[in-house]
């Protein structure tokens, strides 16, 4: 909770109070309307649930004294840039799209020549992203046209929570205290 000073009109002054300040300015931690109208100071009213949709951000705006007495903190709210609709709901899904599937152009990699080269094409639609989507129109994370990955015909296809063969992982088994 946030409250402010106010002059004798009622208009907010200086800086939003924590809590905190306010017990100390009243001597007490049950903090009353009276005890808030006695020392000039107000509940500041802040809109929780009028959170702005995914594709816009919010920023605080003035603080103000509405018709009713009541003290309000107001936001601006603004839609997203293209700019950072990218940065926000592209570039981190694509570098671990991308870092998941760099296996596939190592030299040693399981796959066949055919199969390498589908993955190429993969990786390349994953960094045309940001040119091939309607970025203005795009209005959430979860409309972001991600490509497919390719159908693996091989033994072995990515998985995060298994390696290529047991032969080559690092297991380290926890056998307790003074049992290794």
């Known amino acids: 909770m946030l409250y402010m000073k106010i002059d004798g009109n009622g208009n907010p002054i200086g800086l939003p109070l924590i809590q905190s300040n ?29 959170r702005p949709a995914e594709y816009q951000i919010a920023t605080k705006g003035e603080i103000v004294k509405n018709p009713d007495g009541t003290i309000e903190q107001l936001w601006d709210v603004r839609e997203m840039t293209d700019a950072e609709k990218v940065r926000t709901w592209i570039e981190g899904m694509r570098f671990f799209k991308l870092l998941n599937s760099d296996w596939t152009q190592m030299p040693d990699s399981p796959l066949s020549a055919d199969e390498k080269a589908a993955w190429a094409i993969y990786r390349q639609k994953l960094r045309d992203i940001p040119e091939t989507v309607d970025l203005p129109n795009l209005k959430s994370h979860i409309a972001v046209p991600w490509p497919d990955p390719p159908a693996m015909t091989s033994k072995w296809s990515p998985s995060l929570d298994e390696p290529p063969s047991s032969k080559t992982s690092n297991v380290f088994v926890n056998m307790g205290p003074g049992k290794l």
Do not use: K, S
Not at 45 to 50: K, V
């Open 22 to 50: 306010v017990e100390d300015i009243v001597g007490t931690r049950l903090i009353t309307p009276e005890m808030l109208a006695e020392n000039n100071l107000a509940e500041i009213i802040n809109c929780y649930d009028c």
